[in-house]
């Protein structure tokens, strides 16, 4: 009874494999009819690494076979597209092997590599100097993204407030990029800034020092930050440091004006005080209806 029980568990399992076996196969050979259907074409993908500023050059390209309706926008189809007349291209973002060139990672035919053609619509390229100091001893990497401070003289001493969060830097120095990615102390740091912060930089190293904060990838920005002052370059004795209420970025305000009442001294008032008594005993004698006083004692003994 028991073998006879495991020859039918046996012959509805391989039942089932055989079917599972037959859908598959009907499946993959409807999909490779549909693909041949819809025919397939040459694109030219990376044949090496390219990374900023590598030339393309023929020997570093391949052309593999690619679906037509997955066909990716900006490919070439052909060498003759992406190489005119042995014109000069070069990476302008890192191209991984196997993928495929597109228009937006390359630079125009017969131009080099350019800063401008890395930045998105609306975005801008603004230069700060900076130092070993306020460029974090030369740990800050293209493509990091940082915050940037400004240090000034207020009327009320100096004070140090966040000018941007989160502004992606391009280039330290000239080099927008740093292969090995040891520490280069630059004197100038390109960030990606809009047009309005490009002018905020501008007027900020005029009026006064920026420093560079280098920053979590990823992080989000901070909506409430500290305005730093001279007040706050200390330790409070009651259990950790003191900090100011806080304030917007941009808010800063200068404290409101000592209030100074000046009270005018009320008057004394003035005591009179009652004439002195006459010294000495006072008799009244009356006779009749008539009363007199008269003084006895004193000098009048």
Do not use: H
């Amino acid at each position: 009874m028991v073998g006879r029980q495991s020859l039918i568990a046996l012959g509805v399992a391989v039942i089932l494999g055989l079917l599972a076996v037959f859908l598959t196969n009907t499946y993959l050979t409807s999909s490779q009819q549909r693909q041949d259907a819809q025919g397939t074409v040459k694109v030219a993908v990376a044949a090496v690494p390219l990374s900023y500023g590598v030339d393309i050059t023929r020997e570093k390209i391949r052309f593999i076979d690619y679906p037509k309706s997955s066909m990716p926008p900006g490919s070439f189809t052909n060498a003759a597209q992406l190489l005119v007349d042995g014109k000069k291209r070069v990476a302008l973002l890192p191209i991984s092997v196997n993928e495929p060139i597109l228009a937006n990672k390359i630079s125009g035919v017969g131009q080099g590599a350019s800063i401008a053609a890395l930045l998105p619509d609306g975005m801008r390229a603004a230069t700060v100097r900076i130092n070993d100091v306020s460029g974090v001893a030369g740990f800050i990497q293209p493509t990091d993204s940082v915050d940037v401070l400004i240090t000034r003289q207020l009327p009320q001493g100096q004070a140090t407030d966040v000018l941007l969060q989160n502004v992606q830097v391009i280039a330290i120095d000239q080099q927008s990029r740093n292969p090995d990615g040891s520490p280069n102390v630059g004197r100038s740091a390109t960030l990606q800034v809009t047009p309005i912060d490009s002018q905020k930089l501008a007027l900020a190293q005029e009026v006064g020092n920026l420093s560079l904060v280098l920053r979590k990838p990823g992080e989000a920005n901070n909506p409430v930050v500290e305005t730093i002052s001279m007040n706050d370059l200390r330790y409070n004795m009651y259990g950790g440091a003191r900090y100011p209420a806080p304030a917007v970025v941009g808010g800063y305000q200068a404290p409101a004006p000592t209030r100074v009442v000046v009270s005018t001294p009320r008057p004394r008032p003035v005591v009179r005080r009652a004439p002195a008594r006459p010294s000495g005993t006072t008799v009244e004698i009356v006779r009749g209806t008539q009363g007199n006083e008269y003084k006895v004692g004193g000098n009048g003994r």
